[in-house]
Every structure is written in C-alpha cells, then in structure tokens.
C-alpha cells in the first residue's frame, strides 16, 4: 500500500512563502504521476499542480507565477513552493499520486495523503 505523508503547513501572512512536502511510502519506484490538490470546507478539491515521472509539470491557472511543484525522485519527496500567498489560498492541501501512470497526469488520483493546513491571513 502506498502511503503519502504531507508536512509543512501552518500560518502565514498575506504575500509570504511556504513549502510543503510529500514523503511518499510503501513504494520503491520513483516515476509516477503525483500532485496537490486543496480543498476549502464545503466544496470540492480543486487541483492545483501535478509532475509526471519526468518532472514534467503543471500548474492551475490560479497558482501559475506563485507556486512550484517538484520532485526529489531518490528521495521520492514532491514539495510545493508556495509564493506570494494570499487569502483565497487558505485550504487544507492534499498530497496525492497514481503509482499505475507515468506520464499524461491529471487530478484523478487513487491515493491521497491526510492533508495538511494552509491558513493565509492579512
């Protein structure tokens, strides 16, 4: 079973920076779909970046410029650089990955981390 662990959430103000991390267990290849997702309460996950097993990435529309997704692949870590955060980007953040495809990723995943918080504040 594959399990994903995501760390580094907390508080930041308004314009600041953040990292998450996504350690990834249970599984010993390294090339495989994975990506954030973010979820606000009451209402549906919404994608925010995906890699590919090549490092091939990409980004939602509204992160593009402030966020980064990338991989460490020996250490099978996926982080999310997270910049110029602002208020709509509060939500609970959720690793996630498909260890079935390699490449043509999207948010359909099939396994998921516990989500960690990320509160923005003014």
């Known amino acids: 079973q594959v399990r994903l662990v995501e760390s580094g959430g907390g508080s930041v103000q308004a314009g600041g920076s953040l990292k998450l991390s996504c350690s990834v267990y249970?599984?010993?290849?390294?090339?495989?779909?994975m990506g954030w997702l973010r979820q606000v309460p009451g209402k549906g996950r919404e994608g925010i970046a995906v890699?590919?097993?090549?490092?091939?990435?990409g980004l939602a529309d509204s992160v593009k410029g402030r966020f980064t997704i990338s991989k460490d692949f020996v250490k099978n870590e996926m982080y999310l650089q997270m910049n110029s955060l602002q208020l709509d980007d509060t939500a609970m953040y959720y690793c996630a990955a498909d260890v079935s495809r390699y490449a043509s990723c999207g948010f359909d995943f099939t396994s998921w981390g516990q989500g960690t918080q990320v509160t923005v504040s003014s």
């Open positions: 890699i590919d097993g090549d490092g091939n990435s």
């Open positions: 249970g599984y010993d290849y390294r090339k495989f779909c």
